[in-house]
């Protein structure tokens, strides 16, 4: 942003002062040298980088007691490998902003994963041709039964709010639960992290191959809240930024 602004005035300044000959120009050249780099991968529990949930019936869109929508319940195991040991961490941004209905984030958390609401927290299901929307879901890390790991050993998973600047410790338990959802927003960083006597440190680990599994709640709206004109497609898309810490 500072760079923008500055730019901005500059060209405002320009267009009233009088022409001046520029004989010379400066061409900056960066980069940053390191000791290796990380590829990503993702396994979702249907196969590859899909998940797919078939075809679904729409009679069983129904409403229920709370008023919600019909839940499909899937997950994605997320593994990076590095040329050396490197501290990494995760964002993931929604391909779909701004196609989660209204209220999501609570009908989701509360109702479907038993987690307290983070708001903002639900990414989106895209939306009709006619601009209807269709639902939305969560992305909540698992990291019991083994669904964190650094190379073949279990481990822990840190999240920054703050960009690196400070870390909290994921429990596997009940416990904070709502800090182990991914936010839609790319704004959170969920990292490795190794363990001492069950404890996860606080400190990001170097990794050469990690992995994460993730559950993904998702909800579409009852079929009295959608246009039942012709199929409807779920066409949810979220992407995995890797960040070097």
């Not at 039964?145 to 429990?171: C, E, H, P, Q, Y």
């Amino acid at each position: 942003m500072k760079n923008t602004a500055a730019f901005t005035l500059l060209a405002l300044a320009c267009a009233g002062a009088p022409a001046v000959a520029a004989e010379t120009a400066d061409l900056g050249v960066g980069g940053k040298v390191r000791p290796g780099i990380c590829n990503i991968s993702l396994d979702s529990y249907t196969g590859g980088s899909v998940v797919d949930y078939g075809n679904i019936d729409i009679d069983k869109l129904i409403k229920d007691a709370d008023g919600n929508g019909h839940l499909l319940d899937a997950g994605v195991t997320v593994s990076v490998a590095c040329g050396a040991g490197i501290q990494v961490g995760l964002t993931v941004s929604d391909g779909r902003a701004g196609t989660v209905p209204a209220g999501f984030d609570t009908a989701i958390a509360e109702n479907y994963a038993g987690i307290t609401p983070v708001a903002g927290a639900s990414f989106g299901l895209g939306s009709t041709t006619d601009g209807a929307l269709i639902g939305g879901y969560l992305m909540h890390l698992a990291p019991q039964f083994g669904g964190v790991k650094i190379g073949t050993a279990d481990a822990g998973m840190l999240r920054s709010d703050d960009s690196g600047a400070t870390w909290t410790a994921l429990a596997s338990g009940g416990e904070n639960a709502g800090a182990r959802i991914m936010l839609p927003s790319g704004k959170r960083v969920h990292t490795w992290a190794s363990t001492t006597d069950g404890k996860v440190n606080t400190t990001p680990a170097a990794v050469t191959t990690a992995s994460a599994r993730y559950e993904i709640f998702s909800v579409i709206l009852p079929k009295d809240d959608l246009p039942l004109t012709g199929e409807i497609a779920i066409d949810g898309q979220a992407t995995f930024t890797l960040v070097y810490l």
